[in-house]
């Protein structure tokens, strides 16, 4: 608990001082004011988050947590529990969509075994942070003790840390579990306040009946267990999961180092939102990276005011979506320290006696 | 007018009997089918178009192309006219949005002088391929001869067949010319029927009494001039510019030797329109990069039946968007070649037994 109570006292709010200065250069670079939208806004927050005028963003970190759910046993996945630790060591191996995307955008995948349900074989790849073998059924009690959440946020805490150690510019958050939008959903709907049914979404591909299933098993889970909805650590242990809560933990301690933190999904933005109530200040550090097909996304982003920069249709996870992301931020950050100005380039700026709006 | 004819004459349809094998190939991926959305799609396009199941996209390039427009002496622009051979010097020295961004996704791009209106210094990175000083103004007459807009598309094709034979996988269209976004407005209202008033917005940004003229200008010239909603030439002739007659060539010649073409913004999309009519099957080998905030642009791409990838409140041209776009595109390419199967990482499928819908 220390380690996580210190945390959440280092983060504070950035410092907004520097957001007039990456202004008035983003409207000094050789385009009409504002022409280039939101990677210029994109640009700017950066700009904010990391207190430099000309932050780099070479070093990338996506981190793809993985862990298993006691609530499978409801039927709510339309793959079996297996896959969990099968897409683990096609993380490590390089074969899966998250080492494709990040590779492109030339981002390293950090892989994190934080409670798959079986022992992993080791791979100098994956790190092993295991909290436990899956959660419990949170249909049928709380996911995990109060205890067991708060070494999955410290875990994630100290993850992050060893990353950083090593060089890190912006990260990205990603996930694999399955079964892990059931809790998701418990997670959004709790704290949004919205009903099971505007929240939870087909996953990985369930059928009507399934989905069905799904909603009832989540209803049944926030009924059994009374999440509070103001106490993050109370909603991970009830109806969380162990990457959910180790990613809560990358995202709290990236914001004591003011590291961007990309959030990528359903399962991510959940991440979010207990780290969000928290610490709401950590909200300043984040970009939302695209809007998921998951029913309810949409709904969790907007409760903490993010707009995602990309609608792809997407719905996999893993970071994919962070990935993506990754690549606009970086060449929004580009645009900002590698565009001449009006006055380098000598163009002339607008018609003055014109009067025109900006 | 032969070049222009032959080259029309070699466009079919792609196609598309490999659409089926990239679909098994893209469901045989260690994913969810679908889940990665437009991404897959894409890919299948690009396979469809390139005709190869395992296209490559490494030579990419930005058609960046240039020109003066008569109708500025209208006050439609928000920018003096000097600015269009600043910018054309600011392109060929790296320093303008569209370097920062093609560099940013491993793009080259050619700039061309379509019809600026002063003669301009030679560089080694610029093409010149003059078709006049400027256009005439519209407003009080067609804009250039039907000589000249051959003349111009058949330039547009020149240019192409020149860095085909360089290598390209991929091609981006860009554009820049101060007062271009109202000849654009006019060849939109013309090939969608729809009020000028739903097609023209603030272009580099004029304010409401400019907005209002420009509304004016461009109602003057399509009534003046009458264009033909079904006759490309025509079009381009009477409310066209040199630019857009060179865009529309680059289109038409991509799409005979089945090169995918990204689409910019405003401007791009109104030579896509002329191309479009001219020979309606290029539509086939066009993705749309972007939905530009320049009003009409969404009607524009509608016309056509294209959904565009991004959405970032992007106004500038160029291609930046085009470049953005082509980033996204080559991870949708990387994820249909680079990712494991389910065979071949040994990871299960779905839950059969549960006959879950897909």
Redesign the interface.
Not at 154 to 178: L, P, R
């Given at each position: 608990m220390r380690l996580l109570n210190d945390t959440l006292e280092k983060i504070k709010g950035p410092d907004y001082s520097l957001a007039q200065e990456a202004q008035s250069k983003l409207d000094s670079?050789?385009?009409?004011?504002g022409?280039?939208?939101?990677?210029e806004e994109i640009a700017k927050q950066v700009v904010i988050i990391t207190g430099n005028l000309r932050p780099q963003l070479k070093n990338k970190a996506i981190f793809t947590m993985a862990a298993d759910h006691g609530v499978v046993a409801e039927?709510v996945?339309?793959?079996?529990q297996?896959?969990t630790p099968?897409?683990v060591?096609?993380f490590v191996?390089g074969?899966?969509?998250i080492n494709?995307?990040a590779?492109?955008?030339g981002s390293r995948v950090v892989v994190i075994d934080m409670g798959v349900g079986v022992d992993l074989e080791k791979h100098p790849e994956l790190t092993i942070k295991k909290i436990g073998y899956g959660t419990k059924n949170m249909a049928q009690g709380p996911a995990m003790t109060k205890e067991e959440a708060i070494a999955s946020i410290e875990a994630g805490i100290e993850i992050f840390e060893a990353e950083y150690n090593k060089g890190i510019d912006i990260i990205g958050i990603g996930d694999m579990g399955i079964g892990n939008s059931t809790p998701s959903a418990a997670i959004a709907s709790v704290f949004t306040g919205r009903p099971v049914e505007d929240i939870a979404g087909r996953g990985?591909?369930?059928?009507?009946a399934?989905l069905a299933r799904k909603i009832a098993v989540i209803k049944k889970a926030i009924q059994i267990n009374t999440p509070l909805a103001n106490d993050g650590l109370d909603v991970l242990s009830k109806v969380g999961g162990f990457e959910i809560g180790g990613l809560t933990g990358v995202i709290l301690a990236a914001a004591t180092r003011k590291i961007p933190v990309v959030i990528d999904g359903f399962i991510s933005t959940a991440a979010t939102l207990i780290a969000f109530t928290l610490k709401s200040e950590v909200k300043e550090y984040m970009i939302a990276a695209h809007c998921s097909?998951e029913k309810g996304h949409g709904l969790m982003l907007a409760h903490m005011g993010l707009r995602p920069?990309?609608?792809?249709?997407?719905?996999?996870g893993e970071g994919?979506g962070a990935a993506?992301g990754m690549?606009?931020i970086?060449?929004s950050i580009?645009?900002l320290t590698?565009?001449?100005t009006f006055q380098?380039?000598?163009?002339?700026?607008?018609?003055k006696e014109?009067?025109?709006?900006?």
């Amino acid at each position: 608990m220390r380690l996580l109570n210190d945390t959440l006292e280092k983060i504070k709010g950035p410092d907004y001082s520097l957001a007039q200065e990456a202004q008035s250069k983003l409207d000094s670079l050789t385009k009409p004011q504002g022409s280039l939208g939101r990677l210029e806004e994109i640009a700017k927050q950066v700009v904010i988050i990391t207190g430099n005028l000309r932050p780099q963003l070479k070093n990338k970190a996506i981190f793809t947590m993985a862990a298993d759910h006691g609530v499978v046993a409801e039927g709510v996945s339309a793959y079996p529990q297996e896959v969990t630790p099968q897409m683990v060591y096609n993380f490590v191996k390089g074969g899966a969509a998250i080492n494709v995307v990040a590779r492109h955008v030339g981002s390293r995948v950090v892989v994190i075994d934080m409670g798959v349900g079986v022992d992993l074989e080791k791979h100098p790849e994956l790190t092993i942070k295991k909290i436990g073998y899956g959660t419990k059924n949170m249909a049928q009690g709380p996911a995990m003790t109060k205890e067991e959440a708060i070494a999955s946020i410290e875990a994630g805490i100290e993850i992050f840390e060893a990353e950083y150690n090593k060089g890190i510019d912006i990260i990205g958050i990603g996930d694999m579990g399955i079964g892990n939008s059931t809790p998701s959903a418990a997670i959004a709907s709790v704290f949004t306040g919205r009903p099971v049914e505007d929240i939870a979404g087909r996953g990985t591909g369930v059928d009507d009946a399934g989905l069905a299933r799904k909603i009832a098993v989540i209803k049944k889970a926030i009924q059994i267990n009374t999440p509070l909805a103001n106490d993050g650590l109370d909603v991970l242990s009830k109806v969380g999961g162990f990457e959910i809560g180790g990613l809560t933990g990358v995202i709290l301690a990236a914001a004591t180092r003011k590291i961007p933190v990309v959030i990528d999904g359903f399962i991510s933005t959940a991440a979010t939102l207990i780290a969000f109530t928290l610490k709401s200040e950590v909200k300043e550090y984040m970009i939302a990276a695209h809007c998921s097909q998951e029913k309810g996304h949409g709904l969790m982003l907007a409760h903490m005011g993010l707009r995602p920069l990309l609608d792809l249709d997407m719905r996999l996870g893993e970071g994919t979506g962070a990935a993506l992301g990754m690549g606009i931020i970086e060449a929004s950050i580009k645009i900002l320290t590698e565009m001449a100005t009006f006055q380098s380039a000598g163009v002339s700026e607008r018609n003055k006696e014109q009067n025109f709006k900006s």
